[in-house]
């Protein structure tokens, strides 16, 4: 692994997108699955059935996820690699329960002794294991997330336990939504060492999704990190040339703001703007389309394939596929008569 993959890891592990914050466990906030990624990064209510939604919310574990499989991959920069995996099924008497996982993999990093000379190499990477159940009454439902989550760097490990607890209002006949999640809640079981203070990245999201009628448009907007409204992005830490944040950016820095665009039930274009993100990694002669994410979905049969390209920085994007499978149609019985 180069140089560059070793700064990406320092960079996820100080806080993926939260660069002033000091949790540990900052993979919990990338995005799980491609439809998220493409509104910004953060997107907690939808009138729309994802099986992937209730990793974000897991309000959102609908009975129509029923048998319904879904896998995604992103590439970081260097060797780092993300991957998720949904599944989702109902009971008669139970209900529906969803199973996730989120790995983020750092490939393998080169090691050195103290005077410089190489001595192998070794391999980092982090994992969640979510177990999910949602309970519907009327227009309101509620649900909750349990997650065993595992950092692992070299010979030094940690874990810790969280939940996240939704809950969603949806219109009986119009699409809107509106969405309250508290998001990693928990406590760290074991630390890296005696001496380390690893901590989770518990927050507070509100989120809104609504659809005019006669408009083929539906639009999210998601505030996040309200547990902390008044921390904001301080260039002025990096550059006394820079302006500090005014009114506008401590605003933006708590919304993300994602659209789609509804070409038809089996095609839709999506866009995503994640100002927090375009202040913390744009540069100063330059902002590109930091910040700035837009994807596709179209449906064939029994599948969903959709795909999303984040920009995180000036220099290129990443891409984020998305596979999602109806395995109730997949294995659907024909009849030999």
Do not use: C
């Not at 982090?126 to 349990?146: C, D, P, R, Y």
């Not at 002025?236 to 665009?261: C, M, P, R, W, Y």
């Amino acid at each position: 692994m180069k140089k560059p993959a070793i700064v990406i890891l320092i960079w996820i592990q100080a806080g993926l997108l939260f660069a002033q914050l000091d949790n540990s466990f900052k993979f919990l906030n990338i995005p799980a699955g491609a439809r998220v990624a493409s509104l910004g990064g953060s997107a907690i209510s939808s009138t729309d059935y994802d099986v992937n939604l209730f990793i974000s919310n897991p309000a959102l574990l609908d009975s129509a996820d029923d048998n319904h499989v879904s896998l995604s991959y992103m590439g970081f920069y260097a060797d780092v690699k993300y991957s998720s995996l949904a599944y989702a099924k109902t009971f008669k008497k139970a209900g529906t329960f969803g199973l996730g996982i989120q790995h983020l993999g750092y490939g393998s990093i080169d090691s050195y002794d103290p005077s410089g000379v190489a001595i192998g190499s070794f391999n980092a990477n982090e994992t969640a294991v979510v177990i999910s159940h949602s309970h519907q009454v009327s227009v309101f439902k509620m649900g909750i997330n349990l997650k065993f989550i595992n950092s692992n760097i070299y010979t030094y490990s940690s874990s810790a336990f969280a939940m996240d607890i939704g809950g969603v209002f949806r219109h009986p006949e119009k699409e809107f939504m509106v969405s309250v999640l508290f998001k990693n809640l928990g406590f760290v079981l074991s630390d890296f060492t005696a001496s380390s203070e690893s901590s989770l990245p518990t927050d507070l999201q509100i989120g809104i999704t609504f659809k005019p009628e006669h408009m083929p448009f539906r639009f999210t907007f998601t505030g996040h990190n309200l547990f902390n409204p008044n921390q904001v992005y301080n260039a002025q830490l990096f550059d006394a040339n820079e302006k500090a944040a005014g009114i506008g950016d401590k605003i933006f820095s708590h919304l993300n703001i994602g659209t789609e665009i509804l070409f038809s039930r089996n095609f839709n274009i999506r866009l995503g703007y994640n100002h927090q993100v375009r202040n913390e990694l744009k540069l100063s002669e330059k902002s590109g389309l930091s910040g700035i994410s837009m994807g596709l979905m179209f449906r064939i049969k029994a599948f969903e394939l959709a795909y999303t390209l984040t920009t995180y920085h000036v220099d290129s994007g990443r891409s984020y596929f998305t596979i999602t499978s109806n395995l109730n149609k997949v294995f659907k019985k024909k009849s030999i008569i």
